[in-house]
C-alpha cells in the first residue's frame, strides 16, 4: 500500500504570495489532517478533513485554508504568506479518528 | 497553552542502556495517548500508543506507562540501539475532537556507542 504523498516537496515563495501544497493519503482514508511544524513549537493542528467536510479546525488565521475531494485526496492553502508562515507543513491520514495517523514526508515552506 | 509538554529538548543515552522519554499534559479530557517517532526529512511515524484506561503498554523494547493521577507518562527503549536516534513526539486525542492530536515540542535523542 502506498504511503501518504506530499507535493511539492520544497517550496520557496515571497511575502504577500499565496501557495497551495497537496495531500494523498492512503488508499481507502477518509480522514486529511493538516500540521504545521515549527523549531521549538512542536506540531500545531491546522484542520482536518473527512468525507469532504471539515471535522475540525485549529487556532490558526484565515489566511490557512484547506479542502478535500471526493477522491479523499486534500489541499492546503495559505494566503498572502507572512515570514512566520516558513515551517514543514504535514499531512496525516487515518481511516477515520485519530488513533493512529500516517504522516506524509511533509512541504518545506520557506518566505524569504 | 501548552497542553502537552516534553521538558526535556534532548537526552543522550549510550547504546545498551535505557532510554527515558517524559511527557506531561494538562487536558483531563485526554484518552488516548501516542508516540511518534521523527526522522530529519521524514514524517514521524507511530511507535506505540496507550488508552486512558490503562496504565502499560508493551511493545518490544518499547514500553509506554501512564500515570493519570500525575497527569504523566513515559516511554521506556530498552535496549537502546543507535538507529533510534530520532525526535519523540508525545501525543494526545481528546475525547471531544477525536480526529486532532495534540503533540508535545519534541525530545532528540541520541544513543552513543
Known amino acids: 500500500k502506498a504511503g501518504v504523498t506530499q507535493t511539492p516537496r520544497y517550496l520557496i515563495k515571497t511575502r504577500g504570495q499565496q501557495v497551495t501544497l497537496s495531500c494523498s493519503p492512503i488508499?481507502?482514508?477518509?480522514?486529511v489532517s493538516w500540521y504545521q511544524q515549527t523549531p521549538g513549537q512542536g506540531l500545531q493542528f491546522l484542520f482536518e478533513?473527512?468525507?469532504?467536510?471539515?471535522?475540525n479546525k485549529g487556532n490558526f488565521p484565515g489566511r490557512f485554508s484547506g479542502r478535500q475531494f471526493s477522491n479523499s485526496r486534500s489541499e492546503m492553502n495559505v494566503s498572502t504568506l507572512e515570514l512566520g508562515d516558513s515551517a514543514l507543513y504535514l499531512c496525516a491520514s487515518s481511516p477515520g479518528t485519530a488513533e493512529k495517523l500516517f504522516f506524509g514526508s511533509g512541504t518545506q515552506l520557506s518566505v524569504l | 497553552d501548552q497542553q502537552v509538554k516534553q521538558n526535556s529538548p534532548s537526552l543522550s543515552v549510550q547504546e545498551g542502556r535505557i532510554s527515558i522519554l517524559n511527557c506531561d499534559y494538562t487536558?483531563?479530557?485526554?484518552?488516548?495517548f501516542l508516540w511518534y517517532k521523527k526522522y530529519p526529512a521524514e514524517g514521524p511515524t507511530f511507535l506505540i500508543s496507550?488508552?486512558?484506561?490503562?496504565d502499560k503498554n508493551e511493545d518490544g523494547r518499547f514500553t509506554v506507562f501512564l500515570n493519570k493521577s500525575a497527569k504523566h507518562l513515559s516511554l521506556h527503549i530498552v535496549p537502546s540501539q543507535p538507529g533510534d536516534s530520532a525526535v519523540y513526539f508525545c501525543?494526545?486525542?481528546?475525547?471531544?475532537?477525536?480526529?486532532?492530536?495534540?503533540f508535545g515540542t519534541g525530545t532528540r535523542l541520541q544513543v552513543t556507542l
Open positions: 488508499s481507502g482514508h477518509r480522514s
Open positions: 501525543a494526545a486525542r481528546n475525547t471531544g475532537t477525536a480526529s486532532k492530536l495534540t
Open positions: 496507550i488508552s486512558s484506561i490503562k
Open positions: 487536558n483531563s479530557m485526554f484518552d488516548y
Open positions: 478533513y473527512f468525507s469532504e467536510t471539515q471535522r
